[in-house]
């Protein structure tokens, strides 16, 4: 039984598809990297996995479990149970992340005492061991910081704490650096792969830096426009990207051996609600892109595990398929 | 915080300034003085007016009538009402208390009623409800107090008979003035009715007073909450699972009171001018029947001194508001 599976998992606001029948599956102490450009769907699709997708927002999927539990079927006071206890989630901007009005100990041990309760010295305690753990000094003095009071850096590291609290199953961590310090991010990236090696947590890393996603991530899922375009291992999909979209993804890396800018690797971006185009959703910005591209949308391709979703696969060449 | 208070303390001398200057030249150049005014259609003879006027110091020229209400003033010394030749002071502190209880009743509805209306509209957003507040405060708002006091007024008090037209009490009940509260003094008195009928008295012309407060809570919760439900740190704390009710209570509204105490503390300045034409419809005995009656009789020295008197209150609550923003928001307590 997997960790979390989904299946055709599709979040619409009103006739706008942001996440659009993905599916993946996620085991017991796995990292997943989920990669794409801004807008392309990773935030939403994680947030219905959380339970927090607002009206008008609508979530559907064939299946989505945790665990064996149908997320779906279930209550949402059962469901609010697994929310910040088994599934657990942090942001992007640590800063606005945490409540201004608020100190880091209450809101630390707020997160405890719903889920678990305990006397009011033992929740103290445990606030002080999390803010041990996650690496951040006197931690006594740090339970009655304001959050203003912290670095970006450091608000992270609170965020994390507060994340594992509850000792989650599944942590999915939405572009955890992306607002931090360069110098900070690694050390960031680093506490939330130990935390997850030594919790064995399940780890959905949503990120931009593909070098990253490649060097801690199992298995890598790429997102474009709403829609899954390439899954399979991690190293593997880096190596040899079946799809132009990775492809280009990849090239647009600094050490990418072309060193072409972004832009010029794939000129334009990621279809709004308004700009959809009609057949394979890439096709407008796709150099490789044929007269059926344009008209028919592409099945996914290959084994399970394997999967690229596009007419003309690159070959290991990178080279698009006849 | 200190520097803060000193920084704003400052500020209060030029501002009093102004007001004496101010009310001083307004009151004055409404036509009609005093003395014409006592004496009526029945008129006064030249000399006759001239004699009084010596009398009540009239006969100097403005500048120096200015100078000798400052130096009062700076003595702490409002001087004494025209008519009645009571020290302001002692009228004010005898009437002042009424008006409080209106204010502070009418302050309770506007908080009780503005507070969760806003806090509902912002919750159920684009929805019949969030529609209805806004409409119906935007009316409030909009309300002329006066004629709003008649309507209320005309429904409850004359047609349907369930609230007096006016006064503070019945007046069959002779309640004596220990504190100046009608509700504790009638309560204390111990007669049987009483406090219902100070009770009864109050409904109304609270209502009329925290309408505008009211709309304007209202409002500025509404938004202030859904600001705020849009922040980050709302989807961390649900993120944790805890209940909505906790989220909304605990996580948003403590961030969005911030900018609606503000605005609750701003409209001590809109109740006390509120009361005025509030205290004249309903014959409520406190300092805004006072005021208008003291400019109608041109009772310079009541009409200068209770403006300042009410000019103080509004500038010391303001400051205790700003007090109280940094109370709430961390950010402010240790920055300054
Ligand atoms: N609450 C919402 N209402 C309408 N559209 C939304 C909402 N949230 C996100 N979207 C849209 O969904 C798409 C995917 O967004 P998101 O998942 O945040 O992208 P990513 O995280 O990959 O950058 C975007 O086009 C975004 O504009
Ligand atoms: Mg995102």
Redesign the interface.
């Given at each position: 039984m997997s960790l979390l599976q989904l299946e055709n998992l599709s979040v619409t606001f009103g006739n706008f598809r942001a996440v659009d029948n993905i599916s993946y599956k996620l085991e017991e102490g796995e990292v997943l990297g989920i990669v794409g450009e801004s807008g392309s769907g990773k935030s939403v699709s994680s947030l219905s996995v959380?339970g927090?997708i607002d009206f008008p927002g609508k979530v559907g999927a064939n299946q989505l479990t945790f665990a064996g539990q149908d997320l779906q079927a279930m209550p949402e006071k059962q469901r609010?149970?697994?929310?910040?206890?088994d599934i657990?989630?942090i942001?992007q901007?640590p800063m606005?992340?945490?409540?201004?009005?608020?100190s880091v100990g209450y809101q630390i041990i707020?997160?405890l005492k719903?889920?678990q309760g305990g006397s009011k010295k033992a929740l103290k305690q445990r606030a002080i061991e999390l803010l041990t753990q996650v690496g951040i000094p006197a931690p006594e003095s740090r339970l009655n910081n304001?959050p203003?009071?912290l670095s970006g850096g450091m608000s992270q590291r609170v965020?994390i704490a507060?994340a594992i609290a509850c000792n989650p199953r599944l942590l999915i961590a939405d572009e955890p650096t992306t607002a931090l310090d360069v110098t900070i991010q690694a050390q960031i990236i680093d506490l939330l792969i130990e935390l997850q090696r030594k919790k064995k947590m399940g780890l959905v890393l949503i990120t931009h830096d593909l070098a990253l996603v490649a060097e801690v991530a199992h298995r890598v899922i790429v997102m474009y426009a709403g829609q899954i375009v390439e899954s399979g291992p991690a190293a593997e999909v880096f190596r040899t990207p079946k799809h132009p979209y990775t492809q280009a993804l990849l090239a647009s890396l600094p050490e990418s051996s072309s060193g072409k800018a972004r832009l010029e690797a794939l000129p334009g971006v990621v279809p709004g609600q308004y700009d959809r185009p009609q057949g394979c959703l890439l096709s407008p910005r796709c150099p490789y892109a044929q007269e059926q591209c344009h008209k028919v949308e592409p099945d996914n391709q290959g084994p399970l595990d394997r999967q690229v979703k596009c007419h003309t696969p690159l070959d290991s060449e990178g080279r698009p398929a006849a | 915080m200190f520097q803060f208070i000193f920084r704003r303390l400052s500020l209060v001398i030029p501002t009093f300034i102004g007001i004496t200057l101010l009310t001083f030249t307004l009151i004055h150049m409404i036509p009609g003085d005093p003395i014409e005014v006592m004496a009526g259609e029945r008129g006064v003879s030249p000399e006759r007016h001239a004699e009084l006027s010596a009398q009540l110091g009239l006969d100097k020229p403005l500048y120096e009538q200015y100078f000798h209400y400052v130096v009062g003033i700076a003595q702490g010394d409002l001087g004494q009402s025209l008519v009645t030749r009571e020290p302001v002071m002692n009228e004010f502190l005898t009437l002042f208390p009424a008006t409080v209880e209106l204010a502070i009743c009418a302050a309770i509805f506007a908080i009780l009623v503005g507070l969760p209306a806003g806090i509902f509209a912002a919750v159920k957003r684009g929805t019949v409800l969030d529609h209805s507040v806004m409409t119906l405060s935007l009316t409030g708002y909009s309300m002329p107090i006066f004629w709003w006091a008649l309507l209320l007024m005309l429904v409850f008090s004359v047609t349907l008979g369930w609230t007096p037209v006016s006064g503070r009490i019945d007046v069959v009940y002779w309640i004596d003035n220990t504190t100046g509260f009608m509700l504790i003094d009638s309560w204390l008195s111990g007669e049987e009715g009483a406090f219902k009928s100070a009770v009864s008295h109050l409904i109304l012309p609270s209502i009329v007073l925290g309408t505008i407060p009211m709309a304007v809570i209202a409002r500025m919760t509404r938004s202030s909450m859904l600001e705020v439900l849009s922040e980050d740190y709302i989807r961390t704390a649900r993120a944790k699972g805890i209940a909505p009710w906790r989220v909304i209570v605990i996580h948003a509204l403590r961030n969005a009171l911030i900018p609606v105490i503000t605005v609750i503390g701003l409209q001590v300045g809109t109740l006390l001018s509120g009361a005025i034409l509030t205290e004249t419809v309903f014959a409520w005995p406190g300092i805004g029947k006072w005021l208008i009656e003291s400019i109608s009789r041109r009772d310079y020295p009541v009409v200068q001194g209770g403006i300042l008197i009410v000019a103080t209150i509004i500038i010391v609550v303001n400051l205790l508001v700003d007090i109280a923003y940094g109370v709430v928001n961390p950010r402010i307590r240790h920055n300054r």
């Open positions: 959380m927090l609010r149970k697994l929310t910040g206890s657990a989630m942001f901007d606005t992340s945490l409540n201004p009005c608020f707020e997160a719903t889920h304001y203003h009071q965020m507060m | -």
